[in-house]
């Protein structure tokens, strides 16, 4: 890529700049666990220094020792692989060899990174900041966090230390000390920590005692490689000219003036997996946009949207790469995209076991054939599809009218509210039936002569001469007021009595406004009951939700066929250049394997062809997937190379390992949940900041803020409003397990569709949520974690009632935010053998949240550990990680039960917790019992649990179906739903639904979703629905309860 690379020049580019910073933060925040031997018979990795040149800023006696200078020459002869840091204090490690030897390891607890001058190999290295690193070697030894995570550990320490708090002032290395050794008392510090004045009487090599002593050390290591690859890449991009990344997904989000302009699109969705709208939406949109951005909530079916992403790109003849941090996530994908038909059309590339797939692939695809029944198969199959994707289209078309007429009635009807209580309802009703057009002319003549009588109404001629004219006028009111008698009677109104004269003009005045009222108000309920009659004569929306259904699995079946046609074609789609190179390829693949199973380098000319067809065989394969730190080397280093980049996980991905992977794509869509697992790094925020400080990037680009925030987080300010889509379907839990975090994390956003027939629910109909009230005390077992035991043992107790006592079938998982606690349970566990044994067969997992993300149970338990003897640090980690609460309650299918002491969890003053306790609370108030079908419950609506959501028409139409003989069960449980008024008539079941909640509301899409999941998941158990609009109940009652009785007689399923 040398003619891609700018000039020396151009080294201050806002993309060299954000590729240096990146550099910088990689760099600081590698896994830094420092351990060297104190002892080794060859050379030792360190040197103890006699002073700290921290304290008195003078790094030049850094190197006056003969072992430090003897370090330095290692690190100058190999700079590229080897790394200098200057540690303070120094912890001694000891460990046991298998022969029962000890030996110690040197481990500075604070570092500071020494670097070399790029520019002037002569000069000795310095110090490159003043805030220090945290050695996690140390932290893995001494966690004090429960969680067990040493990042999590570094995170809450550099916060104690100082370390993120942007507006104070860093403190030195003696205050930095001193409050290590406060909020650490408990560390096994072995000599008093005095900076100014170091230990040196013993040397570190001849102590024989583990802990931290006051000691400063130089340490050579070696560099932290796993990031080798991504660090060259963005080497690579920081001399990259800007005409040849402007156009890449990555020069659109470095771009200062995007163009958000989307591809035109005409080509119809494939949908080889059933889509709801959103995940229609987003796959959509993430082939026409230049950024797409999808949160994807708990069993919001994210995968769905990228297996229909991946396989509709294919489709268009798009290139699309999918990336993830996470090895899960690509494995996931990668099996449900290739599962979709007799051959995959996902590259999987990294470690050498998919290579061997990949060769695999490409001797099956070179050796597939194509008959001309292949292609007409697929061209068929095209048109039909055309055929169904348009009687959709219709359906939905339809459903938006329905929608949009019945918000016009309820207008109208608001507005005619007036009048019907002003007349009255039976002249109302009368009034719908009226023909207007024959008594308009006449009303309208009548009032038009009134009206005359008016002086205001009169001519200059007319007041001149109306002493001469008057008696004409009165004459002619007075006949057409004979002929209109019948007319006014309809208005409800009557003329009056007295002829006109001068004596009685104000009376017929007054009478000519009351006429003129009831004009408008005969037209205005006229309007009314015209809309009313089409919205009584339009598909039902049962019915066109049913269409929609079965048109739904009519696509699908479409799309399997479609997908497979165009699978069996694919070989018709390499010319014979395509084949010869992919022949090769393969044969180089195998080579490439056989070399690395007798472990031996392959051919250097092998290894230089190897890589030199893999850019050019790329166009002939549509679908790659990579993790995002296994690019290099794989994935051909070139702009937009790809027409799509899909990064997963992006919630829980930096920005760094992203950019080379926008580089090499048009387009991006980035998908994650920021309510999920977040980024972690260990940089402090205020190192984080003087480095973005160092690049020139603190003004306007703390977005790009390596330290706070993740991939997912950048993209979302980045993307334009429309193109940042919520999948809210949720299909996992039961509702009173999503029903929290899905109302205190994701503002009630999410709606149940979750099919009850797949989960299995709790013998003897425990309830669903549940808390076990356990009062233990939380201790600190060897001075780390955090552990309570006595609510271990009720978990383990509880496992073993349902599991041994009742026979529970389940899945079981058992999950606790600390470390310790998680361990103690898995070893209860194993104590009981013959649980243990049981728990083999049933997908049994204790542990901590992070090993759950992205799996689920049928059941969970929850450990929170939160009791008597919490200590601050232990609740300031549960305080700032509601992200963790939030994965390890939604992992639940089924049920989800808590164990732990409910008034600590309820006064912790830990928000989440508080409230999710308080939730189950309320629950346990609402777990009522369904009413009995087939009980005749009487003439007046019965009481229920729920009847604060019972409207008046839910009660009216009850009455009246009683009244008429039809018996009828109020707000009847069906699966997670509640019945208006449930009918039975022998096997069969009617689902009858009053608008009543919703009147007098304007409906839209988001209560028409909500509708059709309902209506689609009562089908499925058998029920019929038939849906009333409030209007109909008002004005056709009797119509309504001929169509139930229809129902029952099975004269009409509708």
């Known amino acids: 890529m040398n003619d891609q690379l700018h000039d020396e020049g151009q080294d201050n580019s806002l993309m060299a700049r954000v590729c240096q910073y990146y550099l910088d933060c990689i760099k600081q925040d590698a896994d830094v666990g420092i351990s060297v031997y104190a002892t080794n018979k060859y050379s030792l990795d360190y040197c103890s220094l006699d002073s700290l040149p921290l304290i008195d800023d003078n790094e030049a ?90 990042i999590d550990e570094a995170i809450q320490l550099s916060e104690e230390l100082g370390f993120n708090n942007q507006e104070l002032e860093l403190p030195g290395i003696d205050e930095i000390c001193s409050k290590l050794k406060s909020v650490r008392s408990h560390w096994d510090w072995r000599e008093e920590i005095d900076p100014h004045n170091l230990s040196s009487d013993i040397p570190l090599s001849r102590l024989n005692k583990q802990g931290i002593y006051n000691r400063a050390v130089l340490v050579l290591v070696e560099g932290f490689r796993y990031t080798q690859g991504l660090e060259t890449e963005l080497t690579e991009l920081s001399k990259v000219n800007e005409n040849n990344y402007k156009d890449t997904s990555l020069g ?160 109208a009807e608001q507005q005619v509210e007036h009048v019907r209580t002003d007349i009255g309802d039976d002249l109302f009703q009368q009034w719908r039936y009226l023909d207007i057009r024959d008594i308009a002319p006449a009303l309208i003549t009548y009032r038009k002569e009134v009206n005359k009588l008016n002086p205001k109404n009169r001519s200059l001629f007319t007041r001149l001469f109306w002493g001469m004219i008057k008696s004409k006028h009165y004459l002619k009111l007075c006949a057409i007021a004979k002929e209109s008698i019948p007319h006014l009677s309809a208005l409800g109104i009557d003329a009056p009595t007295a002829e006109p004269s001068d004596e009685t003009i104000k009376e017929w005045l007054q009478f000519g406004e009351r006429l003129s009222n009831r004009i408008e108000y005969l037209g205005a309920v006229k309007d009314y009951f015209i809309l009313y009659n089409r919205l009584q004569f339009s598909d039902s929306l049962e019915e066109l939700s049913r269409k929609r259904s079965e048109l739904l699995n009519d696509l699908a079946d479409s799309s399997e066929k479609l997908w497979r046609y165009w699978l069996l074609l694919q070989p018709s789609r390499l010319t014979s250049a395509d084949r010869k190179l992919l022949s090769e390829y393969s044969a180089l693949v195998q080579v490439m394997l056989s070399s690395s199973e007798k472990n031996n380098i392959a051919d250097r000319q092998v290894r230089q062809r190897y890589n030199s067809l893999r850019p050019r065989i790329a166009h002939i394969l549509s679908c790659w997937a990579v993790t995002s730190l296994s690019a290099r080397g794989r994935i051909p280093f070139e702009p937009n190379f790809f027409d799509l980049v899909v990064i997963d996980e992006a919630s829980q991905c930096d920005i760094a390992s992203a950019l080379p992977l926008l580089y090499r794509a048009k387009s991006a869509v980035i998908i994650g949940d920021p309510k999920q697992l977040k980024h972690i790094s260990s940089i402090a925020q205020k190192q984080d900041f003087l480095l973005l400080t160092k690049h020139n990037m603190s003004d306007g680009y703390a977005s790009w803020l390596y330290s706070v925030q993740s991939l997912f987080d950048l993209a979302s300010s980045l993307c334009e409003r429309q193109n940042i889509i919520l999948l809210r379907d949720h299909h996992r839990s039961h509702k009173d397990i999503i029903g929290f975090s899905n109302e205190f994390f994701y503002e009630g956003r999410l709606r149940v569709a979750t099919n009850y027939n797949k989960l299995k629910p709790m013998p003897r109909n425990e309830p669903i949520v549940r808390w076990c009230d356990v009062k233990g005390k939380v201790e600190r077992p060897f001075g780390q974690g955090a552990l309570n035991l006595l609510e271990a043992r009720s978990v383990v107790r509880e496992i073993e009632r349902l599991v041994l006592e009742q026979e529970y079938q389940g899945s079981i998982g058992v999950v606790s935010p600390f470390r310790a606690q998680a361990n103690k349970i898995r070893e209860l566990v194993e104590q009981n053998k013959v649980l243990a044994r049981r728990l083999d067969d049933i997908e049994f997992l204790a542990d901590t949240v992070h090993r759950f993300q992205g799996d689920e149970r049928d059941l969970m338990i929850f450990s929170p550990v939160v009791s008597v003897g919490l200590d601050d640090k232990q609740r300031w980690f549960l305080q700032n990680n509601f992200n963790l609460f939030n994965v390890a309650i939604t992992r639940a299918r089924s049920a989800l039960v808590v164990v732990g002491d409910q008034s600590a969890a309820s006064n912790s003053g830990i928000d989440y917790l508080e409230k999710f306790a308080e939730y189950i609370d309320k629950l346990g108030d609402t777990n009522v019992s369904d009413i009995e079908e087939h009980v005749d419950h009487g003439p007046e609506y019965p009481k229920v649990s729920a009847q604060a959501t019972v409207s008046d028409w839910e009660k009216v139409f009850y009455r009246a179906l009683y009244r008429a003989g039809v018996r009828s069960t109020p707000q009847f449980g069906v699966d997670q739903y509640h019945l208006d008024l449930a009918v039975f008539s022998d096997s069969r079941k009617l689902d009858v639904e009053i608008d009543g909640e919703r009147y007098h509301r304007n409906w839209d899409g988001e209560l028409c979703r909500r509708d059709q999941i309902r209506n689609q998941r009562l089908m499925e158990l058998g029920w019929d629905v038939m849906r009333f609009w409030v209007y109909q109940i008002r004005e056709d009652i009797s119509d309504c309860i001929t169509k139930v009785k229809k129902w029952i007689n099975n004269q009409d399923n509708s």
């Open 252 to 411: 659109f989000w470095l771009s200062e003036e995007q163009s958000h302009e989307e591809t035109l699109d005409q080509q119809p969705l494939l949908e080889v997996l059933p889509l709801n709208n959103e995940q229609r939406q987003a796959v959509t949109q993430g082939l026409t946009s230049r950024l797409t951005v999808i949160t994807g909530p708990p069993g919001t079916g994210k995968s769905q949207v990228v297996t229909s992403l991946l396989a509709n790109a294919a489709w268009r003849g798009m290139k699309v790469l999918f990336a993830s941090k996470n090895n899960k996530a690509v494995d996931v994908v990668e099996t449900r995209v290739n599962a979709l038909g007799p051959r995959p059309i996902l590259v999987r590339v990294g470690a050498n076991k998919y290579q061997e797939e990949f060769s695999k692939y490409l001797i099956s695809l070179l050796a597939a054939t194509t008959t001309d029944e292949d292609q007409a198969n697929y061209d068929d199959q095209m048109n039909k599809h055309l055929i169904l994707r348009k009687r959709f289209e219709s359906i939905d078309a339809a459903v938006e009218q329905v929608m949009e007429l019945r918000n016009k009635v309820d207008q």
């Open 61 to 150: 006696t850094l190197f006056q020792d003969e072992a430090a200078r003897a370090l330095l020459t290692r690190l100058l002869k190999d700079r590229n692989k080897l790394k200098l840091y200057l540690g303070y204090p120094t912890r001694l490690k000891a460990i046991q060899s298998k022969k029962g030897e000890t030996f110690f390891k040197v481990e500075p607890v604070l570092l500071f990174p020494l670097e070399l001058d790029a520019t002037d190999h002569n000069a000795s290295p310095t110090i490159d900041s003043d805030i220090p690193q945290l050695n996690f070697e140390v932290l893995r030894s001494l966690i004090t966090i429960g969680s067990g995570n040493f």
